[in-house]
T-cell receptor
Framework: GQNIDQPTEMTATEGAIVQINCTYQ??????LFWYQQHAGEAPTFLSY????GLEEKGRFSSFLSRSKGYSYLLLKELQMKDSASYLC????????FGKGTRLSVIA | DAGVTQSPTHLIKTRGQQVTLRCSPK?????VSWYQQALGQGPQFIFQ???????QRGNFPDRFSGHQFPNYSSELNVNALLLGDSALYLC????????????FGPGTRLTVT
């Protein structure tokens, strides 16, 4: 089976950097996604890692270590609009979603 | 280029009733998946349709059924509604042989009273 663990809630200050961690267990690995979901809206794709290392995309970066079953999403220069839930997702077929980390960005 | 669309946006039903939710995939996509998202939880996979057939199914009872049409649009049907079926129902599409990420529709908020 598959299992995903990520913190339930985090709070950070506007302009700061925040790291959202995710650990997972899976019998087969087909990559790891991060999705952003604003309250009441659909998840939107942020990143995909299939090889170990860091993928950078603007203010957002995602890291993967397959041997440790670990990933993180790094958000820089936080903005108020970054307040949302961030979902760690195993790229199996079908996708397996974590419960999400609700990030609150405060002034 | 239209993204994934879903209808209706909101729906209120009574226990025991039946409901049909609709999804049109993003242009060029041929695979549609349905997810149920309870409040404060991540989406849970219901089933996936490709070439008008159910290809994979999650841990949901037979009360949940679906269909895919030749134009790739899809329906989710839920019979004998229970209070616990209240959730956001998300449709996601992708091109099976193409890029890996799925594109989600805005969802249908179903409330069962």
């Amino acid at each position: 089976g598959q299992n995903i663990d990520q913190p339930t809630e985090m709070t950070a200050t506007e302009g700061a950097i925040v790291q959202i961690n995710c650990t997972y267990q899976t019998s087969g690995f087909n990559g790891l996604f991060w999705y952003q979901q604003h309250a009441g809206e659909a998840p939107t794709f942020l990143s995909y890692n299939v090889l170990d290392g860091l993928e950078e995309k603007g203010r957002f970066s995602s890291f993967l270590s397959r041997s440790k079953g670990y990933s993180y999403l790094l958000l820089k220069e936080l903005q108020m609009k970054d307040s949302a839930s961030y979902l760690c997702v195993l790229g199996n077929t079908p996708l397996v979603f974590g419960k999400g980390t609700r990030l609150s960005v405060i002034a | 280029d239209a993204g994934v669309t879903q209808s209706p946006t909101h729906l209120i039903k009574t226990r025991g009733q039946q409901v049909t939710l609709r999804c049109s995939p993003k242009s060029g996509h041929d695979t549609v998946s349905w997810y149920q998202q309870a409040l404060g939880q991540g989406p849970q996979f219901i089933f996936q349709y490709y070439e008008e057939e159910e290809r994979q199914r999650g841990n949901f009872p037979d009360r949940f059924s679906g269909h895919q049409f030749p134009n790739y649009s899809s329906e989710l049907n839920v019979n004998a509604l229970l209070l616990g079926d209240s959730a956001l129902y998300l449709c996601a599409s992708r091109y099976l042989s193409g890029r890996y990420e799925q594109y989600f529709g805005p969802g249908t908020r179903l409330t069962v009273t």
